[in-house]
């Protein structure tokens, strides 16, 4: 549906790949930028997003980038880590406006 990418299907299971960080970049972070996740797993798209964006800036040295992403890859989930999108959650939801702030559809 996307136009990029490679789906492998093996038994029960499938696969789907982008290795074109262009692809990436212009297909898949928008997706997410758009319905973020609202687990803890928001926590590692947020670290591969900046390692992307890191990766593809042309402005950075290598060694630069090298510095940059292995500062990321030391970083590591705060146990009590909520998602920016999960944080409003609330048992409190009064309306449909509310819920849709977190809920892509209802």
């Not at 789906?7 to 074109?20: C, F, L, P, T």
């Not at 262009?22 to 930028?33: A, G, M, T, V």
């Not at 970083?75 to 959650?89: F, H, L, N």
């Amino acid at each position: 549906m996307l136009g990029v990418g490679q789906v492998s299907i093996s038994g029960n299971m499938a696969e789907y790949r982008i290795r074109d960080l262009k692809s990436i970049l212009q297909h898949i972070i928008p997706i997410f930028d758009k319905y973020p996740l609202l687990t803890s797993k928001y926590f590692n798209y947020d670290l591969f997003k900046q390692a992307a964006l890191i990766f593809s800036n042309p402005l950075l040295s290598k060694e630069k980038k090298d510095e940059l992403l292995t500062e990321l890859k030391s970083k590591i989930r705060p146990e009590e880590y909520i998602s920016p999108a999960g944080s409003v959650i609330n048992n409190l939801v009064t309306s449909k406006t509310e819920a849709m702030i977190v809920m892509s559809k209802l």
